[in-house]
């Protein structure tokens, strides 16, 4: 008999069929227990009023987790969770598990404390509600790619270790390479500019590196980057334009493919408006400073309390969880950033709230060759280490830009999660090497 | 006017349109001038009758590899390559080169050496041969997530931060991380089994990083490896049927997308026969023996020679490019490797040859947690630094197994590349940590 996926019982009602995963529970009410199975789709509940059935779980002296086969005729319950259970399960054990798991997974895990649930990550993420935060970042990525291979995006793969912190900032890690030292790439920032001189416009999905020492909820050391760069661009408008379809392209997915964990995680997918609302910089920073304090302007940067509060304002003056803040000061942009033309002062890029948090960062870039090493003599930084990315520059290169999503920070503002390190499977901080 | 892609003009014969790329060619032929302007989809030719036109280009002093707009009305021409041309082009100017590029894009690559095109990569990937090799590349990876997004996989992203080495081999790179030494992953091995105990079914496509001091024509020291596990199988012949689906879904999309590249490159799409021939590897050796001569016996392993020979044999005994060789020895497997049943000198494991090379590995792995502290302890490696890993099994897993589809290997068989450095964008070796 083939086995078939908790999913799928729907359809086999009054069939004998075959299931087979984890011993999620197994519990007694009077003289009928209740097992339920969990694979890797769903759960399902077999009910046993003839307790020689479980005798193999018994002699096996399994606990929760263990891996079984119930082989059990499909029986129509509008009470049961899935709508359908298992009778007269015969119940065969795969692998005992004789060691009660560090962590429920039978229970909602609500105030877990996070350090344990990433310690025992191996287990917690069997946990129905840590799976349905994964599948989301499945999903998301999913639509992340359709979008951009819709609309004649390469997908490319960057080197992952480089020569120097190229890209300016000293948050990189050291490398034992050979003889000599590397560094793991901040981003694919230089190499997906260059990719723009070969297929005009390019996208990777991959980890990036950030030697940050920093221990808050909201920083991790690897995380994953969905980047995006694209030539013949008149400036960042048409940026934001492929980055607004692109959002709606990830919602959508999100909404065809896991309306179940949504719902299950409580998560109310954002609207993506056609247009996303936009506040200028020096706007955004005074409506700040009008609400929460003038400590607020002539920063070079928005404060996360301020860019919580202009979360909430779009919200009330838009109706959008979306908003774009564009023209940050040329100070705060990295050395690639495009000037805005008109106020040389505040640059050709922007940043996307989701929800009061920075989701995007994204922009045009500078593209001609004398450009370049203007800015980065002005910047004191050297152009040897960088001779090969200013090649591109030197050999031709169009009006370009582009952005880069991080997938763990939107399913955090997504889910609405605590911690950064919940939306990932196995996190990488100060302290976490393993699991 | 809007922009439209090179590829667009056969649909607007007779339309004045705008296309914008970068200067392939200028050349003159009596009174006439043809410009051929390449963009991110491929090349159109211009036919200047009136050389005040091509003013524009004199006056900026541009060599090729300028980025130009061209506004033309146009005309098909079967002689053309594309059986369109633009006529009384207007040419605009967007970023003028002054000086010729180090590698011409305009003739065959043909024997320009390897270690040039990889110091000049940022502008020699701009040759259409050197694309077409990356749009394979995409379009692979697209195949290979697209065949297992349809059969219940769950995409996984691993952390690439690990400690020690802990798969067995020295070939790791060590990394300096805060106060510590971590190593890059030299797979996702570990996590990708781990994660078996939370969806069943999953895949990664993502760096790895192998420190391999070896100066080879296969040897790269990072590579993109398509990765796949999979719960609730009976023994490694479900694994190898789902790599063969997830080959042929490959091999499927590189056809449909790619038909133009395949032919440029002169590559010959493989069948992938519903069953793929397989050969124990006792079998082939002795074989291989046969043909090469007796010190192929008795080795662990099967020589690159023999591979190759293999390679031949299966497309003359059954006309497959494609061969498993199913059993290797035990000695040669990693620890987590399980052995046939009836010959447990033999593992449960298997190699897919592609036109005489090492395509694929996979197999068979341990499931019980027993299995593997008897495993270890038998190789001598301490289990404690796998804790968190071993809990995996602690706690309940089903057989499973899988494979690792080497995607630079790929391209490089499938397009008969001499060195797989030309198969990665940007490639990292021995000496190569730039550009």
Request: aromatic residues 8%.
């Given at each position: ?5 908790s ?34 789709w769903?759960?399902v509940?077999?009910v ?10 018994r ?26 259970e298992l ?13 009660a ?12 404390p ?8 191996v287990v ?16 998301a990525?999913?639509g ?9 995006f ?15 900032g ?13 560094h ?7 190499y ?12 990777e ?11 808050t909820?909201?920083?991790i ?26 959002l ?11 309306a ?33 304090g ?14 919580r ?6 919200v ?16 705060k942009?990295?050395f690639y950033?495009?000037?805005?033309a ?26 001609r ?6 800015a ?17 520059f ?12 991080g ?29």
């Amino acid at each position: 008999m083939e086995r078939i996926r908790s999913s799928e019982l729907g359809a086999h009602v009054g069939e004998r069929v075959r299931v087979a995963g984890w011993l999620q529970s197994l519990r007694r009410l009077g003289a009928v227990s209740f097992l339920v199975v969990r694979d890797g789709w769903g759960t399902v509940q077999a009910v046993v009023a003839d307790d020689a059935r479980l005798a193999p779980l018994r002699e096996a002296g399994c606990e929760v987790e263990s891996v079984v086969e119930v082989e059990g005729t499909v029986v129509a319950n509008a009470q049961a969770r899935s709508g359908v259970e298992l009778h007269a399960p015969d119940v065969r054990v795969v692998s005992a598990v004789t060691e009660a798991p560090p962590v429920r997974l039978d229970k909602k895990l609500g105030n877990a404390p996070v350090p344990t649930l990433l310690a025992q990550a191996v287990v917690a993420n069997r946990h129905p509600s840590r799976r349905a935060i994964f599948r989301l970042g499945a999903a998301a990525m999913r639509g992340f790619r359709g979008a951009l291979d819709a609309r004649g995006f390469v997908e490319i793969q960057s080197p992952k270790l480089v020569e120097g912190a190229t890209e300016g900032g000293a948050n990189v890690f050291e490398v034992k390479y050979f003889e000599r030292i590397a560094h793991l790439a901040q981003s694919p920032q230089l190499y997906k500019q260059i990719m723009v001189g070969v297929f005009e416009r390019v996208y990777e999905v991959g980890p990036v590196f950030r030697a940050e020492p920093h221990d808050t909820a909201r920083h991790i050391n690897q995380y994953t980057s969905m980047d995006v760069e694209l030539g013949f661009i008149d400036g960042p408008g048409d940026v934001m334009r492929v980055l607004t379809e692109v959002l709606a392209e990830i919602v959508r997915e999100l909404g065809a493919a896991c309306a179940a964990e949504l719902a299950q995680l409580g998560a109310v997918l954002p609207a993506v408006p056609a247009r996303i609302p936009e506040l200028h910089f020096s706007e955004a920073q005074a409506l700040i400073a009008g609400a929460l304090g003038e400590r607020e302007r002539d920063q070079p940067d928005l404060s996360p309390e301020g860019e919580r509060w202009l979360g909430r304002w779009a919200v009330e003056q838009h109706g959008s969880d979306f908003l774009f803040v564009v023209g940050y000061p040329m100070v705060k942009r990295p050395f690639y950033t495009h000037p805005d033309a008109a106020r040389p002062a505040y640059s050709a890029s922007f940043d996307l709230l989701f929800r009061g948090t920075e989701l995007v960062t994204g922009g045009q870039r500078l593209h001609r060759y004398e450009d370049y090493i203007a800015a980065l003599a002005a910047r004191g930084m050297r152009s040897e280490p960088l001779a090969a990315y200013l090649d591109g520059f030197r050999y031709g290169m169009p009006r370009h830009g582009g952005f880069a999503i991080g997938l763990e920070r939107l399913l955090m503002q997504l889910v609405g999660l605590p911690n950064i390190r919940l939306a990932v499977l196995f996190p990488r901080d100060l302290t976490r090497l393993a699991p």
